[in-house]
């Protein structure tokens, strides 16, 4: 069980903020298709794309293991994780997932799904992102300041 004051108080999971957009997506394309690329080029670039996001997420569950700290971030974090992935960046999960969700709009081959990546990434910005770093913020204070001014957020 964790505390639920001693946590960044996300809204909801932060892969919801990426399956809305892919929703909305779909549907606009069911009523008005669109198409990226060819159908072989385009499953070829959605292939590569999703498979570039697994060494980000494998290598952000690995800190979180290697330190003994929830992944989850709604739930209350025991430790600043700085290394591994997180020496080059602050959110490697949530790079993983913008990779992946551009993956699949390829493999979809829709400009509408595309499209909303952007919609995507500005919700995970506001609504965990920067929940998590105020969080964080309050609660290692000089330790997590001095690794941002280090680590770049996305890459």
């Known amino acids: 069980m964790h505390n639920q004051k001693d946590s960044a108080h996300l809204l909801a999971a932060p892969p919801f903020f990426f399956i809305i957009p892919l929703l909305v997506g779909a549907i606009v394309e069911y009523f008005v298709p669109t198409s990226l690329l060819a159908t072989v080029p385009s499953i070829i670039i959605g292939l590569l794309f999703s498979w570039a996001s697994l060494p980000f997420i494998i290598l952000s569950l690995k800190s979180f293991y290697k330190v003994k700290t929830t992944f989850d971030a ?51 910005q506001k609504f965990c992102i920067e929940r998590e770093e105020k969080y964080l913020e309050s609660k290692f ?15």
């Open 74 to 124: 709604r739930k209350t974090t025991t430790t600043l994780v700085t290394t591994g992935i997180y020496k080059i960046s602050r959110n490697p999960a949530y790079l993983s997932l913008v990779l992946f969700y551009i993956g699949l709009s390829f493999l979809i081959n829709s400009v509408w799904i595309l499209i909303l990546v952007m919609a995507a990434i500005y919700s995970v």
């Open 141 to 155: 204070g000089s330790q997590y300041l001095n690794y941002k001014k280090k680590v770049r957020r996305w890459l």
